[in-house]
């Protein structure tokens, strides 16, 4: 049982891995310029995929409850930090 656990939190870390580059290479594409807002919905999205991930793996939380409601705590944050990225386009 012990050797399954630790091939799923492997496999976990190596998707944590790969959603940090991807939204990494986002980033970089616009190093001298502002971010577009696909950009920053894209890399909002993959926080929350990273979320999701870190909730059910590695705290294991399987209460599909909790897991909703703490998901929903990073998507709260991820929409503050899409209000704030807007802001001076909507407010100009």
């Known amino acids: 049982m012990r050797k399954q656990a630790d091939h799923w939190l492997f496999g976990a870390a190596l ?4 959603l940090a580059i991807i939204a990494s290479l ?14 920053i919905a894209a890399v909002l999205g993959l926080t ?29 944050f991820a929409l503050v930090a899409l209000a704030k990225a807007l802001a001076p386009i909507l407010f100009h």
């Open 15 to 18: 998707w944590l891995l790969l």
């Open 26 to 39: 986002v980033i970089v594409q616009w190093r001298h310029s502002a971010l577009p807002v696909a950009a």
């Open 48 to 76: 929350i995929l990273k979320g999701r991930i870190v909730i059910k793996h590695y705290m294991g939380l399987r209460n599909p409850a909790l897991t909703l409601a703490l998901t929903s705590w990073v998507g709260l």
